[in-house]
């Protein structure tokens, strides 16, 4: 009986092999998702309303992902709660008014910011469309405050290398031209990531937005 009960626990495939994304993040759905988790001990998701209306669901070895990068930003930003945005539907598919966010491999995290007292999160309520409203200038600044340049960084790579422990990968990272030589000039290691050089059809600066890569079924 115990042989039994180990063969069938070494047989269990991992938890995240449960889902399946289909097609790409710009056409694609998923089965079987996780809900990405709407608080933990040094993040929160956006908005409790984006929470209830089911657009923070991911490919679970993406919610993987995310849970355990930041984890690991416990030791290295004790002060800062991260804010992640949209993710997807639970079945995936189309994603208004996002162009991609369809197969559980896309995760938006709102931009990080610092004022001289330390961590600040950006303005997340209604009026500012739950952060995705903000406007910050040229050079990365809202009022007093700034992006934290050098915590994106970190966020990257411990996403990078979050990815890599699970069989995934960072496909395309994209942020703001100008306010990602911020984040190199900070952490110059974030330049072996693959920051999308194409225009986009809106400016991310409040946010920046990670597709991840693992194989999907057509
Ligand atoms: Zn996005």
Same mark, same amino acid.
């Given at each position: 009986?115990?042989?039994?009960?180990?063969?069938?626990?070494?047989?269990?495939?991992?938890?995240?092999?449960?889902?399946?994304?289909?097609?790409?993040?710009?056409?694609?759905?998923?089965?079987?998702?996780?809900?990405?988790?709407?608080?933990?001990?040094?993040?929160?998701?956006?908005?409790?309303?984006?929470?209830?209306?089911?657009?923070?669901?991911?490919?679970?070895?993406?919610?993987?992902?995310?849970?355990?990068?930041?984890?690991?930003?416990?030791?290295?930003?004790?002060?800062?709660?991260?804010?992640?945005? $949209?993710?997807?539907? #639970? /079945?995936?598919? =189309?994603?208004?008014?996002? %162009?991609?966010?369809?197969?559980?491999?896309?995760? *938006?995290?709102?931009?990080?910011?610092?004022?001289?007292?330390?961590?600040?999160?950006?303005?997340?309520?209604?009026?500012?469309?739950?952060?995705?409203?903000?406007?910050?200038?040229?050079?990365?600044?809202?009022?007093?405050?700034?992006?934290?340049?050098?915590?994106?960084?970190?966020?990257?790579?411990?996403?990078?290398?979050?990815?890599?422990?699970?069989?995934?990968?960072?496909?395309?990272?994209?942020?703001?031209?100008?306010?990602?030589?911020?984040? $190199?000039?900070?952490? #110059? /290691?974030?330049? =072996?990531?693959?920051?999308? %050089?194409?225009?986009?059809?809106?400016?991310?600066? *409040?946010?920046?937005?990670?597709?991840?890569?693992?194989?999907?079924?057509?």
């Amino acid at each position: 009986m115990l042989i039994l009960l180990a063969a069938a626990l070494l047989a269990a495939p991992p938890a995240h092999a449960a889902s399946t994304c289909h097609g790409t993040p710009a056409r694609g759905r998923l089965d079987a998702g996780c809900v990405l988790p709407p608080v933990g001990p040094n993040f929160t998701a956006y908005s409790p309303l984006g929470v209830f209306l089911l657009r923070t669901w991911s490919h679970c070895a993406v919610r993987d992902t995310v849970t355990a990068a930041y984890a690991e930003l416990v030791r290295q930003h004790p002060r800062r709660i991260w804010v992640y945005g $949209e993710a997807g539907l #639970p /079945a995936g598919g =189309g994603f208004w008014p996002h %162009r991609t966010h369809q197969n559980g491999l896309s995760v *938006d995290f709102m931009t990080p910011l610092r004022d001289a007292d330390g961590p600040r999160p950006l303005p997340m309520g209604l009026a500012g469309g739950f952060g995705y409203g903000v406007e910050l200038d040229r050079r990365g600044r809202l009022g007093d405050a700034h992006i934290d340049a050098a915590a994106i960084g970190d966020h990257l790579l411990a996403l990078a290398a979050a990815a890599e422990a699970r069989g995934l990968r960072v496909a395309k990272v994209i942020f703001d031209p100008a306010l990602r030589r911020q984040v $190199e000039r900070a952490r #110059p /290691a974030v330049k =072996g990531l693959p920051f999308t %050089r194409k225009r986009v059809w809106v400016r991310h600066d *409040d946010h920046y937005h990670v597709d991840f890569a693992l194989p999907c079924a057509p």
